[in-house]
């Protein structure tokens, strides 16, 4: 099944969130305004939207209340793409140029700021302050930990821990208060607001897990950069911690530094997947997503839960 | 006087506290903070009758935002020497510009305040357009690029004015830091030939960008010393209770004009 089938009963309102994106990044400046339009038309799964939408079914879902957290989150997404893209000195996402490669890192600066500024204009129509701690917070918590991920590069003596704390930073945890703040948008129970963002937490770790098997297992077109690219920028993730379980894939892995060639890379990356630790990161990947419905039994059954179970599935287990 | 200066020193800790990052310290410079900002908006709020605690709830986000958007001034396009370091410490510039405008956000957040929330999030909306607008060179007149100057710098003090009702102190934050940026802006000029704003006029005015003429760079000068005579006038005619330290730092400014003025004409 699509992505896009599981949640049909959804489709009116993603499309008001949709021409929300539109008009939040609108700006008296056209060039601006393009830039814009070309990060959104850049398009992505908007994946926050969808869980907040469907985590807002859990309570008294107003679209029009709701729509203000499926915007807000877009954008502070949006925003940050923009600025990893200076970080990673990428020229191309999802098929089209960066805006830092169409036009240059300032630029991108400027551009992603704007962005950040008019997500949170958008969370300001939201009059709940619970609403905004969190979301603070979260916002805090992320940057730590995208600080943290240089601290760690080529720093291949890190644990497991340390691995599991940086991708929940880097991506649970925004999965996790996009479910959190749809249910506490929607006015749904505390409890079930705590039990979406265990969902999405668990889910978003089985996501970022399943993105770092796939920069190993996928092919340059498919991946849009070159296999083993993370590594090569000196970012340890579960294949490479699974692999150097084993020490003459360590002995190899250890010597990784930004300019080793495209060869050894090649080398490097076959053995990390003889040592069975892509099986491995999958297997953990799968945990983390069985942790995830777990938790989606707890929650009272209607068609958002059943499209919640789906959309995990379908994250977790995807392929590209 | 005495009173303001200690409440300065104490916010200027509170800042310094939200910024201390040990391995963003080691890694980038930290960013100065700007005391003329704070003690701009203390007099303002002052004027204000806030409370002590509501003062800081304007000023310590105010210049978390500040910092913020002065560090990812400072990222970089290009690598001077294509290292590792300097890739890492552009990395960690935009990272750190990036928490430090959450700390804002997480600051007001704690304090429930959603409308200052608000209104920083258009001030910076708005300053990072005209941010865009100059680094594009796409600005068609001089009283634009002014303009432009005037609320890159201000927008933040500005606005607060604006939310709080004081409509002049907002004025005044507009050509105090306007007139603070305009001779900023000519000092650098006068010592390295170039700075933002004259690479701005020569492209708005004889629309080149390389090497002018004497003629031309005096054109300029003279174009820069009217409109800093332009705030100086503007400032001057803003009727408000400033206290001493405020009206010391305003005449410290404009003497400093003076002497700039006098150089511009003894250089001919």
Redesign the interface.
Known sequence: MKLKAMYSFLNADLQLVEKELEAATQ???S??SSAALHLLQAGGKRIRPVFVLLSGKFGEYDIQRIKHVAVALELIHMA?LV?DD??D?AEMRRGRETIKAKW????A???G??I???S??W??RL?N?LA??I???T??E???G??EQ??DKYRFDQTLRCYLRRIKRKTALLIAVSCQLGAIAANAPKEVADRLYLFGYYVGMSFQITDDILDFIGTQEQLGKPAGSDLLQGNVTLPVLFAMENVHAKEKIVRVH?HTSADEMNEIITLIKQTGAIEQSYAMSDRYLQKAFAVLETLPKNKARSALYEVAKYIGKRKF | MKHILKKMAMLKEQIERFLHHPYLLHHIPMQSIDEDRILLSLSMLEDAHLSSEEMDGYVVPMMLVQIALDTHDEVTNSLPHQEEDELKTRQLTVLAGDLYSGLYYDYLAKRSDLATIHVFAEAIKEINEHKIRLYQKDIGKIESLFHSMAVIESSLIYKIGEHISLPLWSKFAYYYLLLKRLVREKELFMKQGTSVLFEQMANIVFQKNKAMAKEQKHYLSHICNRYIEHCKEELLGIELECNELLQMRLSELIGSFSVIAKKTVEEG
């Open positions: 700006s008296d400046y060039l601006l940050s600025h200076v970080i000195d240059d890192n300032r630029f600066m400027y551009t700021d704007y950040f500024a008019r949170l204009e969370m300001t009059n302050p905004h701690r979301l603070a917070r916002i805090v992320v940057c730590r995208e600080i240089i601290k930004p």
